[in-house]
């Protein structure tokens, strides 16, 4: 006797997840958020996710550091990172993680730009992360601590977006 059964149906093949839209579409929903938060519409992606300062000829007034183009008086240099769920409370203890990484491309576009580094970090099915030097953010608000060069805080972006006790224009 013969079974007539086709299991190739019943294997599950992983879809490939395309990084660039899943970062592409974080930075929208950043975008938006900051948006809808400070009741404007000055928040936007930046053209080629933040390389466009450093790929273009640009004079300086038009440069755009950073993953989003922010108000001329915000506070925040954003770097926006979606997925890398590898990582974990021990990356923050190896200084040659990602997690660090982000970290320090921040802190470089940030002198550029002459804002304040903020790290936006999301896994899949997490809630947003907010990484930035310390004592930016109400001590109040539960966070944790870390050092490397400098001392950053690590928050849950819901709980410092919503904040009247918190100055994000400079």
């Known amino acids: 006797m013969q079974d007539d059964y086709d299991l190739e149906k019943l294997t599950q093949t992983n879809k490939r997840v395309n990084s660039r839209n899943k970062g592409n579409t974080f930075e929208r929903k950043i975008a938006k958020l900051l948006n809808e938060r400070f009741n404007i519409r000055e928040f936007n992606r930046s053209p080629g996710s933040g390389a466009y300062a450093t790929t273009h000829n640009l004079p300086e007034h038009l440069k755009i550091h950073g993953d989003l183009i922010t108000p ?99």
């Not at 590898?86 to 200084?95: A, H, M, P, R, T």
């Open 72 to 170: 001329k008086d915000f506070k925040f240099c954003i770097e926006c990172k979606k997925g890398y769920n590898k990582e974990n409370i021990y990356s923050l203890l190896d200084y040659s993680s990602d997690l660090w990484g982000f970290i320090e491309q921040c802190e470089r576009d940030s002198e550029k730009s002459c804002k304040v580094p903020l790290v936006l970090f999301q896994q899949d099915r997490r809630s947003v992360l907010a990484i930035t030097r310390s004592n930016n953010f109400d001590q109040n608000i539960p966070h944790i601590k870390i050092k490397k060069e400098f001392e950053y805080d690590i928050y849950k972006l819901e709980a410092i977006i919503d904040s009247s006790t918190i100055s994000w224009f400079l």
